[in-house]
């Protein structure tokens, strides 16, 4: 008698977009990251879904009740929304802890730190924000990273020939 084996089928998992904020790691030092959950209306999931959105300007506010929110993230209208649409440019609570809200408070007050929006992206079928507690680069250390990047680049390219 044969051994029969299952051949399980391998489920394709959809790959849903990610938006990302690839100006902030040449703009910012970054200090820490959190990840957050986000509060958004059925036509801004749908619009993320089909990847539109950007996280350029995006920056969290923390406010006197111990809430976060996002600001200057753009989702563009949903096309097929029509009198349910949103607003491209609202305000978005995140949801996090008490406890991680007045721990970023204290550090970014302490140390004099900006909380930007680095990527969103999606676990299962909440949408999640990857936040980051950040200090802005001046331009000599922009040009010190430059002058960095070049000398490893050489380093390894001469490695290599011997």
């Known amino acids: 008698m044969k051994n029969k084996t299952k051949v399980k089928d391998k489920v394709k998992k959809k790959e849903t977009p990610t938006i990302s904020n690839r ?16 509060i958004l209306t059925g036509t801004e999931i749908k619009s993320l879904r089909l990847g539109r959105g950007k996280l350029n300007e995006a920056f969290a506010k ?30 978005r609570k995140l949801l996090l802890n008490k406890k991680e ?17 680095l990527k969103l992206f999606f676990r299962g079928q909440w949408a999640k924000i990857e936040i980051a507690l950040c ?4 331009l000599h250390d922009k ?17 290599k020939r011997y």
């Open 23 to 38: 100006k902030a790691f040449a703009e910012f030092e970054i200090i820490e990251t959190l990840v957050a959950g986000i």
């Open 62 to 91: 923390i406010d006197k009740n111990c809430e976060m929110y996002l600001y200057g993230m753009n989702i563009p209208k949903y096309e097929c929304g029509n009198r349910y649409n949103h607003e491209p440019d609202r305000i």
């Open 101 to 117: 809200i007045l721990k970023w408070k204290s550090k970014a007050e302490r140390e004099n730190l900006t909380i930007i929006g």
């Open 143 to 159: 040009r010190k990273e430059l002058k960095q990047k070049a000398i490893d680049r050489d380093t390894e390219r001469d490695l």
């Open 135 to 138: 200090k802005r680069k001046l």
